[in-house]
């Protein structure tokens, strides 16, 4: 079993739908989540982070974290043309010291048709 | 791109000749890592640094060294390319207060014919 698992899709969606993207993880040791944008040909773009379990809100973009499922989601609401990306889910444990390594999912591919 | 700066932004090499990327940043940042993604396999460690001096490799570091002799500076070396590194390099720091987050420069594109 992979640590991190990610729907790889695509998954395309009208203009004004909500998005929801979604992650599966295995080590109940993972406390900080992240979700990161990454446009084709650029690097990945930090865009939520969030700490144990709970939600989180910015904007049209909602990340939610249910540690007893190891679960995360990110919800993007009234969803643009300019949301087309690669959505990228990470994680890390607490383990600290010389080791801040983080476990990828391998991405969704996500357009938003005008 | 969190003043990280990738060079080159593009190489096309040959199998066999040494090559090497440097990432710079320009905050002084302790920790600094070096991805690279594939098509499949997404974004995978090669190495990473928690100081200057002080490297230690990831999950892919097989046919990779690195150094860091500045703070600033973090280059990958690729001793012998083979095209089986043909790949998009990714350079990463963590900011201080929040080593469990990285940012991520803007990549390295490598041909390995």
């Known amino acids: 079993q992979k640590e991190v698992e990610q729907d790889p899709g695509p998954l395309s969606v009208p203009e004004g739908a909500i998005v929801s993207l979604n992650c599966t993880y295995s080590n109940s040791a993972f406390q900080y989540f992240m979700w990161y944008r990454q446009y084709s040909r650029k690097g990945p773009e930090l865009l939520m982070y969030?700490?144990?379990?709970g939600n989180k809100e910015d904007g049209r973009f909602t990340a939610q974290v249910d540690k007893s499922s190891k679960y995360i989601s990110l919800f993007i609401r009234d969803s643009q043309p300019s949301d087309s990306a690669t959505y990228l889910c990470?994680?890390?444990?607490?383990?600290?010291?010389?080791?801040?390594?983080?476990?990828f999912g391998k991405g969704t591919l996500l357009t938003v048709n005008p | 791109d969190a003043g990280i700066t990738q060079s080159p932004r593009h190489k096309v090499t040959e199998t066999g000749t040494p090559v090497t990327l440097r990432c710079h940043q320009t905050?002084?940042?302790?920790?600094m890592y070096w991805y690279r993604q594939d098509p499949g396999h997404g974004l995978r460690l090669i190495h990473y640094s928690y100081g200057v001096k002080d490297t230690d490799k990831g999950e892919v570091s097989d046919g990779y060294s690195v150094s860091r002799s500045k703070t600033e500076d973090f280059l990958l070396t690729l001793e012998s390319a083979t095209s089986s590194q043909t790949s998009v390099y990714f350079c990463?720091?963590?900011?201080?207060?929040?080593?469990?987050?990285?940012?991520f420069g803007p990549g390295t594109r490598l041909l390995v014919l």
């Open positions: 990470a994680m890390s444990d607490d383990s600290g010291g010389s080791n801040y390594k983080l476990t």
């Open positions: 905050e002084n940042h302790r920790y």
């Open positions: 969030t700490y144990s379990s």
């Open positions: 990463a720091i963590s900011p201080p207060g929040m080593e469990e987050t990285q940012y």
